[in-house]
Structure formats: structure tokens, C-alpha cells
């Protein structure tokens, strides 16, 4: 049976994770590898690495945390941010990514998508969507795109966009809403399902997960076929496991294999 | 023993070599595992490894670019009869035919199309993306106390194609997604998986395992 995913997410900067990982006693809570082993051992469905590394020459540091993260583990690995040329994927897939996310990217450049996707397969090709919910007049509100962490209004309607991507070639769309991201809140639901319901491919909810239920709304709710999730396992409020097991407990079909 | 892990410009060989080299480590007698774009090697090599991501296609225009490939494969697997896991796309090369987008010549080393899966359900994305459980259809020493069924391991998959075989005996397991789709294929001295094994965690690496002491 085909079982919902579960996905931490680390976000990297200068080949260190923001603000450490406190769930396990690792020798150094700050190294992403030492991170991504123990959620390898945990039973992540998949791993997510975010680099926010400001500049170029830190990029490299990057590459090194893929190249070693995929030697140590052997689990489904995306690695987005600052994902912009063709060579860009072809270095992160080289390096042992087997997804990348493009963020801004597809929004300036939608041809992107398309040429990364006839490149290197639309399995490989997720886009991220950074949505926020912005009041129109005649109470007719929208979700729109945003970019740079939610401070660049875009205009464009984020479903329609999603839409557009998907047609383009993104296998996977990792939707983050910007108005619960960091909040605890839970996902933004309407949005969610809004998105999951009018494209054909998986779609990955983000942003503002604060407790197990939210993870069982986003599928059950959300219609998204997977979770992710930050900040409730990286400071070990919840192990993976403890939200696989809610997730079963609540009806949903959870890979649990030790 | 050297196992060769063919190398035709086909994604993420990286993860692939890793597996292989984790799994063959943990043996007792470990095979050298080697990526290569070497003919010649691929033809001495004890085992062969084909992984393949993207589409149909593309992968057999990589592998056709690499002079010589497909012919030291072919001759190593089919008169040499050297044990041969194809990954991915790498295993629907083996078919007949690929249907992705155009049709294209596999390598028909198991008979039967690629074709785009179509679950039932309206609810299940494509592509079929995560992990899924496996349902035996005929045993095999590649699969040897390996927890399948529905209570059983689980696979990473990533696709949206996969190999229609005509015949039964070819296959190995199913996996469900709104309809049976062909897991692992196996015959003669191949065997090929449409999920990740390098990406399956600790099952993945049992049945890489498995390959690696199987002597047909």
C-alpha cells in the first residue's frame, strides 16, 4: 500500500543548519550530515536541505554537505534554494540530490521549469510556492506568489501558477504558506487543498506545524500527498516516529518500518 | 569481483555506487565496485549495474552514445550470463519497447512495454511518488527473506512509466497504486527494479545485498 510522507526539512546556511538540530545527541548539533543521519535512522520518508547561503562562494559548502549526506544515507534527498541555471541541477543531482526545488527561479523564468524538467526528468524537478493570502476587494481574497521569504509581492495567482508549472514539467510542488510559516498554527488548509485539488501531481505542504494534528489536516484536509515539517523534530518536541504513529492512529497509511 | 556500475550520463550514479559499496562492505567476501564508461570493463566485470533516471528516451540515447556499451552488455549478460540489475529506467530498457512521449527500442531482455501507469483513483498523483509496499508474484534468491506483502518492507519509487511484461513469469513483485504496477522483473540472469533501491533505506540495501551474492 502506498503510504503519506513524512519530510524534515533543514534549512543550511554556509554548510551549517540553522539553528541546530536537539533531538538526538549528536557530536555536533550544527553539522546537516550528522542531522540528516540520525532522521535516516528515525525513519524519515525523505530529507529536505534548504540552503540560504547568501553568496556564491559558500555554495560550495553545500555540495559537500549533499556529497557526504548521500554516502551516509541512503533515503530520498531534495536539496533547493538559489537554484537557478541548468548547471546548478546538474551539479546537485552529480553531488547525490535526487530532487531540487526551484523557488524564484520558475517564478522569473517559467521556461526554466521546462528545461530543467525535459533535461533531467520531471521526477527530479520540484517547485516551490511561497503563497500568501492577499484581500481584494469584493471579499474575493487570493493566494499569491511571493518571493525572498515572503517580502516580494509578485501579483500572480498561486494556483493558476501551480497549474502553469505543473504543465511545464514540475513533478512535485513543496507549497509553503507564508502566512503560517513559522506560526505553529497548522497549515493553511483552504490553500493547500486549493492547490492539491486542481494539479496532477504530489503536492507537499509547509509551513506552520506546530502539533501532530496539523500533519493528519494536511493530508486529510489539505489533500497533500506528503508533510513537512521543521521545527516540531529538530528541537525533538516529537520524534518521526511519534508522528508516523499519530498518523496511524488517525487512519493514515504510514511507512513504519524499523 | 568487481561489480560495474555503467556510467551513460544518467543522473545520480553517485547514490547508486554508495549502495552498492555500503552493501558490499557488509559481506563477507566484498566485491569492488567500480562506475565506469568503459566497454571493455563492463564486459570483464563479474556483476553489471544500469541505473537510469528521466525518460525512456533519453537514457537509451545516452546509453547508444557510449560506443560499444550496449553491445558489451548484452554479450556479458546474455552468452557470459553475468548476474544484471537495471535501476529505474535502467530496468525498463530491458523491455521491448519504451512509450514515453515516442517509442523508442529497449533492449528486449523481457518482454513487454513501457507504458504511463493510470490509477484508478483520481485522488493518487502521478508521478507515484514515495514509498510503497511490494506483493510477490513468484519467489526468487534476489528476494530471500525479504519482508514483502502489505505488512511487509517498503520501496521508494519515482516514475510514471513502467514495464507492462507480456509475460507472467518475468515478473518478480507488484507494487498497488489504483492498479497493479510491475515492481521487479527478473530472467535468466536479470533482474531489474522500477523503485530505488539505493533510496530504500535498509530494505533497499538487503536486496542489493541479495544481488551481490546471488550466483546464477
Redesign the interface.
Same mark, same amino acid.
Given at each position: #500500500? $502506498?503510504?503519506?510522507?513524512v519530510i524534515p526539512c533543514l534549512d543550511v546556511k554556509d554548510g551549517r543548519v540553522v539553528k541546530g538540530v536537539n533531538f538526538v545527541d549528536l557530536r555536533d548539533a550544527g553539522d546537516p550530515v550528522e542531522a540528516a543521519v540520525a532522521y !535516516?535512522a528515525a525513519g524519515a !520518508?525523505e530529507l529536505c536541505f534548504l540552503d540560504i547561503t547568501a553568496t556564491h562562494e559558500n555554495r560550495g559548502t553545500m555540495l559537500d554537505v549533499v556529497?557526504r549526506t *548521500? @554516502?551516509a544515507c541512503? #533515503? &530520498?534527498l531534495t536539496v533547493g534554494g538559489g537554484v537557478r541555471t541548468i548547471e546548478d541541477i546538474k551539479t546537485l543531482?552529480? $553531488? +547525490? *540530490? !535526487?530532487k531540487v526545488s526551484i523557488n524564484s527561479a520558475a517564478v522569473s523564468k517559467r521556461e526554466f521549469v521546462k528545461q530543467a524538467a525535459e533535461k $533531467? +526528468? @520531471?521526477?527530479?524537478i520540484v517547485v516551490a510556492i511561497d503563497a500568501k493570502r492577499v484581500k481584494r476587494g469584493g471579499g474575493s481574497d487570493r493566494w499569491e506568489i511571493f518571493t525572498h521569504g515572503g517580502r516580494n509581492s509578485t501579483g500572480i495567482d498561486a494556483i493558476e501558477y501551480a497549474q502553469e508549472v505543473v504543465s511545464l514539467g514540475a +513533478?512535485?510542488i513543496l507549497l509553503t504558506s507564508m502566512d503560517r510559516d513559522g506560526t505553529r498554527q497548522g497549515f493553511d488548509l483552504p490553500l493547500t487543498q486549493a492547490i492539491a485539488d486542481s494539479v496532477?501531481? &504530489?503536492?507537499i505542504a509547509s509551513g506552520g506545524v506546530g502539533n501532530l494534528d496539523h500533519l493528519v489536516d494536511g493530508i486529510r484536509q489539505g489533500?497533500a500527498? *506528503?508533510v513537512l515539517a521543521a521545527s516540531i523534530f529538530h528541537f525533538g518536541e516529537f520524534t518521526i516516529r511519534q508522528a508516523k504513529e499519530h498518523m496511524v492512529r488517525a487512519g493514515l497509511p504510514m511507512?513504519l !518500518?524499523? | 569481483m568487481t561489480v560495474a556500475i555503467v556510467d551513460y550520463g544518467s543522473g545520480n550514479l553517485h547514490s547508486a555506487a554508495k549502495a552498492f559499496e555500503r552493501a558490499s562492505r557488509s559481506m563477507e567476501d566484498p566485491q569492488k565496485v567500480i562506475v565506469t564508461r568503459d566497454p571493455d570493463a563492463v564486459y570483464r566485470a563479474d556483476r553489471i549495474v544500469l541505473p537510469g533516471v528521466g525518460a525512456f528516451a533519453d537514457c537509451r540515447r545516452g546509453l547508444d552514445a557510449v560506443d560499444g556499451m550496449l553491445e558489451a552488455m548484452t554479450e556479458a549478460v546474455r552468452a557470459k550470463a553475468r548476474p544484471f540489475f537495471g535501476i529505474c529506467v535502467g530496468m525498463q530498457l530491458m523491455a521491448t519497447r519504451g512509450k514515453e512521449h515516442v517509442t523508442t527500442d529497449g533492449f528486449n531482455w523481457i518482454e513487454g512495454d513501457v507504458e504511463k501507469i493510470s490509477p484508478r483513483e483520481e485522488n493518487l498523483k502521478i508521478p507515484h511518488m514515495g514509498w510503497n509496499t511490494l506483493d510477490l508474484v513468484r519467489e526468487h534468491p534476489v528476494l530471500e527473506r525479504l519482508p514483502l506483502g502489505p505488512k511487509g518492507r517498503h520501496a521508494y519509487f519515482v516514475h510514471s512509466y513502467h514495464l507492462n511484461a507480456s509475460n507472467e513469469a518475468d515478473v518478480l513483485a507488484r507494487a498497488e497504486y489504483g492498479g497493479p504496477v510491475t515492481a521487479i522483473v527478473g530472467k535468466d540472469t536479470a533482474i531489474g527494479t522500477q523503485f530505488h533501491p539505493e533510496k530504500s533505506q535498509r530494505f533497499g540495501l538487503a536486496l542489493i545485498s541479495n544481488f551481490l551474492k546471488w550466483k546464477p
Open positions: #500500500m $502506498f503510504k503519506v510522507r !535516516d !520518508d556529497r *548521500a @554516502e541512503f #533515503m &530520498p543531482l552529480r $553531488f +547525490g *540530490a !535526487d $533531467f +526528468g @520531471e521526477q527530479c +513533478g512535485e496532477p501531481v &504530489p503536492v489533500h500527498t *506528503a511507512r !518500518d524499523p | -
